[in-house]
């Protein structure tokens, strides 16, 4: 069963189209890779799916309702998490103020202590400033913010930008254990390669328009995929 399904999707800023006709699904318990050489449409398709991008045409289906006039808070609300490239913890804060900030979670203590038991790296600093913690420590809480509403469908973008050799590692296990909590995850990211090795499915964007797609193993063993999109020497 779908968890997401994007039918034939167009739109953008003002008048003009970034990503036109653009066809992807995730299944429960999926991990679905999106990606693409710079300017193909990546981020502004994830913000299509969580209701930033000002103007779409086409069909967006969470859970078989079409969301393309649901507001972005109302779709976190349905099951729709979210974690922006940047701007996704609130570093004044401390950790525990993050996560207990997050509003729609009605058992939201016993929440939180699920989720320190899924990152212990975060109970460990939960009076710690978020602003204070390293790179990684930082994704681990913008996710653990996204998870608090118990989401079916997590949307990262970008999540390994700017972060160390080590780190890029890290968030790709981490990314890989979502399924196992619950949440089918879409996943936005430069490093196409190592994006795909942890997925089941992949979609290569190009010029807003999908160019290639199918199962991970199978893009990653196509000349054509390496050669145009994937990089040579990417690990």
């Known amino acids: ?16 189209n970034i990503l036109n006709g653009v066809t992807v699904s995730v299944g429960s318990g999926e991990i679905v890779t999106v990606a693409g050489t710079n300017g193909a449409g990546k981020s502004t398709f994830a913000k299509a799916v969580v209701g930033l991008l000002p103007r779409v045409e086409g069909e967006i289906r969470f859970e078989g309702k079409v969301i393309n006039a649901v507001p972005t808070e109302m779709r976190a609300n349905r099951g729709i998490g979210y974690v922006p490239q940047v701007a ?18 009605p058992d939201r203590r016993q929440r939180i202590a699920e989720l320190f038991a899924v990152f212990p790296a975060l109970a460990a600093r939960r009076r710690a400033r ?7 420590e930082r994704q681990q809480l913008a996710y653990a913010r996204a998870l608090m509403t118990r989401p079916r469908l997590i949307v990262l973008d970008e999540p390994t930008a700017a972060l160390s050799p080590t780190l890029v590692l890290d968030t790709f296990e981490r990314i ?19 994006a795909l090795r ?25 000349e054509r995929a390496a050669n ?3 990089g040579q020497h990417h690990g």
Do not use: C, K, W
């Open 1 to 16: 069963m779908s968890v997401l399904d994007v039918v034939s999707l167009s739109g953008g800023y003002s008048e003009v």
């Open 88 to 105: 996704n913890i609130f570093p004044s804060l401390t950790v525990q103020e993050n996560l207990e900030v997050v509003v729609g979670v």
């Open 130 to 136: 978020a602003g204070s913690m390293s790179g990684g």
């Open 198 to 222: 942890i997925s089941h499915r992949g979609v290569i964007l190009d010029g807003g328009r999908v160019a290639m797609e199918g199962p991970a193993d199978r893009l990653l063993a196509d």
């Open 228 to 230: 145009l999109y994937l």
């Open 176 to 194: 890989r254990a979502l399924p196992a909590i619950g949440a089918s995850v879409l996943l936005i990211e430069q490093r196409a390669r190592q």
